[in-house]
């Protein structure tokens, strides 16, 4: 059994930078791809970033491209999100997953899913 933990959502003023952390615990961290979601009031959940177990390749949703960045520590067992120049649109939610297969993720299929972290973006 895997648990994971997000932290570091709060308030922050469009333009400005947050860093989400999700800490795991159990499992055996490095062989897990892992993935950031979010979910805003009346929309659908979505994947904002994913990384393989590797560390070498990664995903990024089109609306976050080029300002979300996601990164892990396979020795502190925890993934992060490095939230650049956020906006109001980006207020949501977010929740880390993790999963054996990559496509789990990808799919929205994680075996594993933190209890997520409210970020808002102010204008």
């Known amino acids: 059994q895997v648990q994971l933990v997000e932290s570091g959502g709060g308030l922050v003023q469009a333009g400005g930078s947050l860093r989400l952390s999700c800490a795991a615990s159990?499992?055996?961290?490095?062989?897990?791809?892992l993935g950031w979601f979010r979910q805003a009031p009346g929309k659908e959940r979505e994947l904002v970033a994913a990384?393989?177990?590797?560390?070498?390749?990664?995903y990024y949703a089109d609306s976050v491209k080029g300002r979300f960045t996601i990164s892990r520590d396979n020795v502190k067992s925890t993934v992060y999100l490095q939230m650049n120049s956020p906006k109001p649109e980006d207020t949501a939610v977010y929740y880390c997953?993790?999963?054996?297969?990559?496509?789990?993720?990808?799919?929205?299929?994680?075996?594993?899913w933190g209890q997520g972290t409210q970020v808002t973006v102010s204008s």
């Open positions: 990384i393989t177990w590797s560390g070498t390749s990664t």
């Open positions: 997953a993790a999963a054996k297969e990559y496509w789990r993720v990808k799919l929205a299929q994680a075996d594993y």
């Open positions: 159990g499992g055996t961290f490095s062989t897990y791809n």
